[in-house]
């Protein structure tokens, strides 16, 4: 018999609603799952099972009477970076490891008013730099897949690797995720999950800890497109207090489930074969495109012709805008702080001690970008690049509706695996940042495992604010791959 942990988010909304299983049971046996397996995955920085479980009471009492929103008595953990009233919240640094906001972000607001139970808050790179989750203050996240007969350790992919892992392993039925240059996309691929990066605008930013403002985008993380659909349509709409999110009405994603993708015209960007991509991902996504066709849909190769600017523009442009947002954490007005007999002397002290390697290193080539002397050179300069890969993009959809590429260039791979070379681990958003780049949607499913047993996934992006078409081709994927398979460490393998 399968477990109360194989229920995907639209199965368990639906027991719910027929009251076949209590929010409470729901929620107890999550938090059992999360005392059972979290020491070894670490996905959860802060848990919260006192507040679940009263969110959860107040849920059955809801269901009882025939109410509660679309997420009433839904289990959810929280990507720490989103600010929730009263829940410390700390971006996985040391320099917010004791920061308790009086405010709840707006997404996680959405979540809460449609009944969500949220079991805790969910690790991720220090800031949301990375792409391994190896960058937290609160050590690093374990994948719940391993390779096969090895009991090596893989990492669970970044920035959002606490969600992925959670998710993956059954600890929650869904999470929230950010992605800048790949941070949901990529951490899905590597365990086997789903996940949207709305377009730029789509959901708001407020109360959500800044890495990159023009660049940072929430969006859901779980088991399949229908979850996600369901959780996006939450967390998404516009906001007031975020002068960037766009005042268009929020879509019924599920409903784009059922669209089917006859005569869409899907692109393969020709410059995505990059070299030294592994034969399996380059076979893949040949097997994507074999999918969507055979699903009625028109193969249709593109050209992107900026792709090879995409990397070291986003990491101009992301670091620049990083060294700005966290000039913030001077250790007067937030977190930790470190006392010294100068006010320089104290800020320099704070943020020696509160930052991490990879969040320094960030921030002093942000600050030396955007230096006089230099700011033109590099700064001004990605934009206007940035601008040209924007324009590739829209010169594509003229002609194909949504395009298919692979979501990574590799699985997940071992934590000790972790390059020396900075630049080896940026290489991983090769696929990823140049859609954050132009601010248009993508997604992530997983298509299949390779030969070492490890989950990889397919990206599609898609036009501005046109996930419905996205969701539509993902689940054509999803039934085609029917990727059932679960991780080694799951919440329904009991030990
Ligand atoms: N935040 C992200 O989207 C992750 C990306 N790998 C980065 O390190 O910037």
């Known amino acids: 018999m399968s477990s109360i942990h194989d229920l995907t988010l639209a199965s368990a909304r639906d027991a719910l609603k027929a009251r076949k299983i209590s929010a409470v ?45 679309s997420l009433c008595g839904i289990p959810l953990g929280i990507k720490d970076l989103f600010c929730t009233n009263g829940v410390r919240t700390t971006a996985a640094s040391k320099i917010l490891g004791n920061f308790v906001p009086p405010y709840e972000s707006t997404v996680t607001a959405n979540l809460l008013k449609d009944g969500a139970v949220f079991l805790g808050k969910l690790n991720l790179d220090e800031f949301a730099m990375g792409s391994a989750n190896l960058t937290s203050a609160f050590g690093p996240v374990e994948n719940p897949w391993k390779r096969k007969g090895s009991d090596v350790k893989l990492v669970p992919g970044g920035s959002s690797g606490g969600s992925a892992a959670a998710v993956a392993a059954g600890l929650v039925l869904g999470a929230t995720g950010t992605d800048t240059g790949g941070s949901i996309r990529q951490p899905a691929a590597f365990t086997g999950i789903a996940g949207i990066k709305p377009t730029y605008g789509r959901c708001s930013r407020f109360g959500t800890i800044a890495f990159a403002s023009s660049l940072d985008q929430a969006g859901p993380m779980a088991r399949n497109l229908q979850d996600c659909a369901i959780l996006l349509e939450s967390m998404a709409g516009f906001d007031p207090r975020d002068s960037t ?58 050209s992107l012709p900026h792709t090879k600017y995409g990397l070291p523009t986003y990491y101009i442009a992301a670091l620049a805008e990083a060294s700005s947002n966290l000039a913030r954490y001077d250790g007067v007005r937030f977190g930790e702080r470190v006392s010294a007999p100068t006010l320089d002397g104290l800020y320099e002290a704070s943020r020696a001690a509160g930052f991490g ?49 692979p979501t990574a260039p590799s699985g997940a791979f071992a934590q000790d695996e972790k390059p020396s070379d ?74």
């Open 25 to 69: 049971e729901l929620t107890n046996a999550h938090i059992d799952a999360i005392e059972r397996l979290d020491g070894q995955l670490n996905s959860f920085i802060t848990r919260t099972p006192d507040q679940a479980r009263e969110a959860a009471k107040v849920s059955d009492e809801a269901l009882a009477k025939g109410e509660g929103g």
């Open 245 to 302: 999110s766009v005042d268009t009405p929020v879509p019924h994603y599920e409903a784009a489930l059922k669209r089917g993708v006859k005569g869409l015209r899907v692109g393969i960007p020709k410059e995505y074969h990059v070299e030294g991509m592994p034969a399996e991902i380059e076979a893949l996504w040949q097997q994507g495109m074999d999918w969507l066709r055979d699903a009625g849909a028109e193969i249709v190769e593109v």
């Open 357 to 405: 390697d990879e969040v320094k290193r960030r921030i002093l080539i942000g600050t030396h970008v955007l230096s006089s002397g230099y700011y033109d050179a590099y700064y001004l300069r990605a934009q206007k690049v940035r601008t040209l890969i924007q324009q590739d993009f829209l010169k594509a959809f003229e002609k194909v509706d949504v395009l298919l590429t």
């Open 422 to 495: 900075p630049v080896q681990m940026y290489l991983n958003d090769v696929f990823t940042v140049p859609a954050s780049m132009a601010g248009v949607p993508a997604l992530s499913v997983p298509a299949g495992l390779d030969a070492r047993g490890v989950p990889l996934g397919l990206q599609l992006i898609g036009k501005f604010f046109d996930e419905e078409t996205l969701i539509a081709a993902g689940h054509a994927i999803e039934q085609a791959a029917a990727f059932h398979y679960r991780p080694t460490i799951h919440a329904g393998v009991s030990a």
